[in-house]
């Protein structure tokens, strides 16, 4: 005689002491699901995933650490991500497959159908592989874009996100990777709160002449649809573990994948000159080296505008690609227009095209505050200059256009 029982669907529950979960130990028991084990916290659920037992696992949308990272991590391991509380919006962007109210009278009915519907639903794991449609096509390797500029937080990586969320919203694939030997904060920009560097992690793989398409994938964060992240040095000291010639293998890598988007230092100084075995600026030079098109930051106010002259000259004599100059924090109480200060850019250097983003901390606090790109906030002054510096330079690579005025 056949035995016509269905199979009982393992379940991993990580609650984090949440009101709810007696109630839905309860009801995932009583339907015939097999509660492998109540997971602490994330770590205790990715360990635990990761034995390959479980097939779903029901997690608090408020779970400490709960990101894209984590539901991809989950989904390599066959594991569907259902939430119950949090927001919807925000959990079904990362990946998670339903998300459920807390409401205890709900949960007993809705939340063993939820866990069957996930269990049944077909796996799609990203980034491993990417499809085509969403790749570059045509096997071409993808194009790098360096965003430099110098000391004193002219807005690089602002203007490093805002451009790879820009080209990740229009629909082709990108990778931001933050190369800033000096303490990156993409990571910080975007709320990625994981502490693992992805750059020092595809550091060591180049090191051992590991770093595959595989290796790699497990380097990168998935932030947003189409929006991947390798984050930066946790620490400033920690840049003697990116050697000379690195970042090279990491864009070569990178560039397989989609279009590269470089958030770098703020000194071409080859310090290695200067008695020291190796130099701490190796990652900015490489990255500019290594660029298609290098995007130069620099801010409207007097000093700003200095540095961003001194730095144009030393993109002058370094940089063959051609030069894409964006002044920063733009306003009408400055005294000069555009006019003159694309002017006083041309003296120094020969861009490609001089374009400038307004002061609009409103949107740019939000963006910080939320942990998100400003193109992720929708349509404000900041976000329409944005896209004005993307149609230069990643529409299309800039071939000597005329210059904006």
């Known amino acids: 005689m056949t035995d016509r029982t269905p199979p009982r669907t393992p379940v991993l529950l990580a609650a984090a002491g949440a009101p709810w979960e007696a109630v ?16 602490v916290d994330l770590p205790d659920l990715l360990a635990s995933a990761a034995t390959g037992e479980a097939v779903v696992a029901v997690v608090s949308g408020d779970l400490d650490g709960l990101d894209a990272d984590s539901v991809v991590r989950l989904l390599r391991h066959d594991v569907r991500c259902v939430a119950v509380g949090g927001d919807p ?36 794991v990203d980034p491993d592989p990417a499809p085509a449609e969403e790749g570059l ?46 303490g990156g904060a993409v990571a ?15 550091a060591r793989l180049v090191n051992a002449g590991a770093l595959d398409a595989e290796a790699f994938a497990r380097c990168r964060r998935l932030v947003a649809e189409r929006l991947e992240v390798v984050t930066g040095l946790p620490r400033p000291d920690r840049w003697v573990e990116a050697r000379a010639g690195v970042l090279d293998v990491v ?7 989609g279009d590269v988007v470089v958030d770098t230092g703020f000194s071409l100084e080859d310090d290695a000159d200067l008695g020291r ?24 106010e ?22 894409v100059v964006v002044v920063n924090r733009m306003r009408d109480s400055l005294g000069w ?10 003296g120094y250097a020969r861009p490609a095209s001089v374009h400038f983003l307004p002061d609009d901390r409103a949107t740019t606090d939000r963006a910080l505050v939320a942990g998100r790109s400003v193109v992720e906030l929708g349509d404000s002054p900041l976000r329409q200059a944005l896209s004005e510096v993307y149609d230069a330079v990643l529409a299309q690579v800039p071939q000597n256009p005329p210059i904006s005025r």
């Open 24 to 39: 839905a130990l309860r009801s995932l028991t009583a339907a015939g699901m097999v509660v492998l084990k109540r997971c």
């Open 89 to 124: 919006g925000q959990l079904e962007r990362l990946g998670v497959v339903a998300v459920l109210g807390p409401s205890e009278a709900g949960l007993a009915d809705d939340l063993p159908e939820a866990v069957r519907s996930a269990h049944a639903r077909d796996l799609v």
């Open 137 to 182: 096509g045509d096997g071409s390797p993808g194009r790098v874009v360096a965003v430099h500029g110098p000391t004193g937080a002219p807005g690089r990586t602002t203007v490093a996100i805002g451009l790879a969320a820009e080209h990740a919203h229009r629909g082709r694939r990108s990778l931001l990777v933050d190369a800033d030997p000096h």
């Open 188 to 202: 910080q920009h975007l709320g990625v709160l994981d502490e693992v560097s992805g750059l020092l992690a595809a």
């Open 251 to 257: 864009l070569a890598r990178a560039a397989e994948v």
């Open 277 to 300: 075995p190796l130099s701490r600026n190796q990652l900015t030079l490489d990255a500019v080296a290594a660029a298609d098109v290098v995007v130069v930051v620099g801010t409207a």
């Open 302 to 323: 007097p000093t700003g505008l200095a540095r961003l002259a001194r730095t144009l000259v030393e993109l002058r004599d370094t940089a063959s690609a051609p030069l």
């Open 337 to 346: 227009g555009r006019r003159d200060i694309v002017g006083m850019v041309e």
